[in-house]
């Protein structure tokens, strides 16, 4: 998925090991999520 400034990777893990994402974009910033916001996430995927 691409938001523009965001982009989301969702695979399967044989699948996520095989392309190894996080190699390919080892020198990006790692944001921390905030627990307040999986809260919230898990909150809204329960509606």
Known sequence: MDYGDVI???FYKPVREFYN???????APIMAIEESVRKLTVLNDDM
Do not use: A, Q
Not at 21 to 27: A, K
């Open 8 to 10: 989301i990777h969702i």
């Open 21 to 27: 994402i996080e190699g390919l974009w080892s020198d």
